[in-house]
């Protein structure tokens, strides 16, 4: 089993590590800290040593940052933690700040007086942060402190080791292409943003381009580590030896010239004193790399990660990767959907189905010989209430009963070597009310009206977030987080730039993956979000059109409950689009199922009324 059930965040923590903070910080002259949700490598998942928000507060969160001062403490967190938050951390240490209307930056302006010094790590912050911060700070005549050591690695006596899981490759039949010629596509474009080196800090780039997957961190395949390619082709890696396997040491020395992690910071110095031009990306290289290059001598160019683009446009292999890997977990999906609608009101809690999620991942991977990896989040599964925290995580705690009336939301996701899953279905238990439908149909829309877009090159996710609110805005609704997020192949199934929300600014390219999960939450009653990735496709003539334009291909497959839908709500299209959808889903997940999975199945993915439809 993959996930564990543990509490999430413990409140009780904060008193005394807080006090332990002030401490240091009285000792060595600071007037606060800022402890961000971050590691070196800027990713979504850190290892358990650098869980140190977690530590510090109780928050169990995937973003988030807090500032302790000496007589004030303050979490900042977004909209998808705001319920969350108030579960894990002690309100009478900390108050609760929205890290997307008042982040540090902004706060910092107002809450920091003159003279003030708020010390922080430079590894755990990025080049953007710190300018912003930097700004606030000079507006205020506050003094901004880089740190040589975290304070909070001083005083956690009991901090884990760093990881060391082995690292694999990835075979070429599910990357694509030859980790030499990715690494020589880099090596172009280095030199065209006119750099001599670049500083791959994401671990995510670092697995694309050397067609290698690791262990370092829950649910996404990623060795920690530091790349510096070079326009000549010279690259170094800089990753901990005791993860290479002969053969893996062997492949990597073709590719790279290995190092351990601890010789990095010296590499870049030299670098920067041979008059280096080093690229590195102010949204995702820690501020110290910037300081070591420009106290060295050398000249920070600032340009994108070369990886990340090629890494979100997916190939051809990828592609039929991840459609597979769909089917595959599309059956597992409506396995566990037919299991559950069997079930008893009140005879199973939210533990209960996760496990049982499990188990049938892993049970439909070994039958088809692609076995589940992982899973690639801890699943969200939350009945009622839970349901309607956006990024819920069930524990033994707060686990709860699925029970007559209510609705439950079960958002998950599978790593196989082929491809990475998330899928969201919420499902009624017992009948549903008029209010859950009617809701839950706005949601759909929503979706729908995503799926079926059309759309020409260089758009952006940020226009056209609002079709999947429209239907919701029309009945006084919204949701608090993003309508998609990118999704890597057999990576970090939250993958940038590409994204679909407000904020959104990446061109969206062919091959690129994300997820369409609109949603609406109704606090203390239940939550609704419904969820398939989308495969961006390429632009195509329309007839009677002047310009080519570019679709989605919806790539997963299990069914919506129609339950929940009030077709009165729907158009023509929008039932078409769900009723194609529906026998899309039983063609090609049906063969993999039988006897009463299968017979469910085709009563789940029945047509729905159209009469009252012009």
Not at 28 to 53: K, T
Not at 268 to 293: E, N, S, T, W
Request: hydrophobic share 40%; with cysteine.
């Amino acid at each position: 089993m993959f996930q564990t059930f543990d509490s999430a965040g413990d409140p009780a923590v904060g008193k005394p590590r807080v006090a332990l903070l002030r401490q240091w910080l009285a000792a060595n002259g600071l007037d606060g800290f800022i402890v961000p949700r971050a590691d070196e490598h800027q990713g979504e998942y850190v290892a358990d040593r650098s869980a140190r928000l977690k530590w510090l507060t109780g928050f169990s969160g995937s973003a988030g940052v807090a500032i302790v001062l000496r007589d004030r403490a303050f979490v900042f967190v977004d909209g998808r933690y705001t319920l969350q938050v108030r579960h894990e951390v002690d309100l009478d240490i900390f108050s609760i700040e929205s890290l997307v209307d008042n982040p540090p930056a902004v706060w910092l302006k107002d809450a920091i007086g003159k003279g003030a010094r708020l010390g922080f790590d430079p590894w755990l912050h990025t080049i953007g942060e710190v300018k912003a911060l930097q700004a606030s700070a000079d507006k205020t005549g506050a003094v901004l402190v880089p740190l040589d050591k975290n304070p909070i690695d001083i005083i956690w006596k009991d901090q884990p080791e760093a990881p060391a899981a082995q690292v694999e490759l990835h075979p070429i039949g599910f990357a694509g292409e030859l980790a030499k010629d990715k690494l020589a596509r880099l090596a172009t474009a280095i030199a065209k943003d006119g750099a001599t080196h670049a500083v791959l800090t994401d671990p995510s780039s670092i697995a694309w381009a050397f067609n290698i997957r690791g262990g370092d961190v829950p649910h996404t395949p990623l060795a920690l580590g530091f790349a510096i390619l070079a326009a000549d082709g010279s690259h170094q890696l800089f990753m901990d030896r005791r993860k290479f396997s002969r053969q893996v040491a062997a492949y990597l020395t073709q590719l790279a010239e290995p190092h351990e992690p601890g010789e990095f910071e010296a590499a870049v110095v030299a670098l920067a004193k041979g008059g280096g031009k080093i690229a590195l990306d102010p949204v995702l290289a820690a501020d110290r790399l910037r300081m070591l290059v420009e106290d060295n001598g050398g000249t920070v160019i600032a340009a994108p990660d070369p990886a990340r683009i090629p890494r979100a446009t997916k190939n051809q292999a990828e592609i039929n990767g991840s459609r597979a890997a769909h089917r595959r977990d599309g059956a597992a999906v409506a396995k566990l959907l037919c299991w559950l609608e069997r079930q008893r009101p009140g005879s199973l809690d939210e533990i209960a189905v996760v496990t049982r999620l499990e188990e049938t991942r892993r049970q439909t991977g070994e039958e088809t010989q692609m076995p589940l990896r992982d899973i690639s989040f801890d699943t969200i599964s939350g009945a009622g209430p839970n349901g309607a925290i956006m990024h819920y995580r069930v524990s033994r705690a707060t686990s709860r009963k699925l029970q007559a009336g209510e609705l439950f939301l079960l958002d998950s996701g599978g790593q196989y070597q082929d491809g990475t899953t998330d899928i969201t279905r919420t499902v009624p238990i017992g009948q549903p009310t008029e209010e859950l439908r009617e809701r839950f149909t706005l949601v759909l829309k929503g979706m729908i009206g995503i799926s079926t877009l059309r759309f020409p090159a260089g758009t952006r996710g940020s226009e056209i977030d609002a079709v999947a609110r429209m239907a919701l805005w029309k009945h006084g609704c919204d949701f608090a987080h993003g309508t998609g997020h990118g999704v890597g192949s057999y990576l970090a199934v939250h993958e940038g730039p590409q994204r679909i929300a407000r904020t959104g600014t990446e061109k969206l390219l062919e091959g690129m993956m994300l997820s369409n999960e609109p949603g609406y939450y109704k606090e203390g009653s239940y939550g609704i979000r419904i969820e398939n990735l989308i495969l961006v496709t390429p632009a195509e003539e329309v007839e009677g059109g002047d310009i080519a334009m570019h679709g989605f291909e919806t790539l997963t497959l299990a069914p919506i409950d129609i339950r929940l839908v009030r077709t009165d709500l729907l158009t023509r299209d929008e039932l078409h689009w769900l009723d194609a959808y529906h026998a899309r889903v039983l063609a090609e997940i049906g063969p993999m199922l039988d006897g009463e999975t299968l017979a469910w199945l085709e009563k789940a993915t029945a047509p729905l009324p159209h009469d009252q439809k012009l």
